[in-house]
């Protein structure tokens, strides 16, 4: 069978997370899922924290990750994504992400600032991906 590929460059800020051929690749926006394939039109896309999936030439899998914020660039044929964070399922520490929700639960509760509370809620947002994707990660 003979599938269409794409470069892709999927960067963290600190190291690279995957540099080659995709198949696909679905990333979180803050309109949904957004699905990348061969052949796309030029674009620039704002990535919000979530689950990202990808699928790798040959492979019949679908791989996921958590990404935290950042963007995808698409152009002419070559993807390039830049996120703060990317972190494989089985890199994930559930109970540390499970400690990050409830210290965020507890600010945004607290009567403080407004970016306070919004930093608060960008961690918590965050922990709660990485629990997703840890669980998903389990029941496979």
């Given at each position: 069978m003979v599938q269409n590929i794409f470069n892709a460059r999927i960067y963290e800020a600190d190291s690279p997370f995957y540099e080659g051929p995709l198949v696909s690749?679905?990333?979180p926006t803050i309109d949904g899922?957004?699905?990348?394939?061969?052949?796309?039109?030029?674009?620039?896309?704002a990535v919000v924290?979530?689950?990202m999936k990808y699928r790798?030439?040959?492979k019949d899998e679908l791989f996921t990750?958590?990404?935290?914020?950042?963007?995808?660039?698409?152009?002419?044929?070559?993807?390039?994504?830049?996120?703060?964070?990317?972190e494989r399922p089985e890199e994930i520490d559930a109970e540390r992400a499970k400690a990050r929700a409830e210290e965020a639960r507890e600010i945004m509760l607290q009567k403080r600032?407004?970016?306070?509370y919004y930093s608060a809620e960008?961690?918590?947002r965050?922990?709660?991906v990485r629990l997703r994707a840890s669980r998903d990660q389990s029941l496979n």
């Open positions: 690749l679905m990333v899922m957004y699905g990348i394939q061969a052949r796309h039109r030029n674009l620039v896309i924290p979530g689950i790798l030439p040959d990750a958590s990404v935290s914020e950042g963007m995808v660039r698409i152009e002419d044929g070559d993807v390039l994504m830049l996120v703060n964070t990317a600032s407004l970016q306070e960008a961690t918590l965050r922990a709660m």
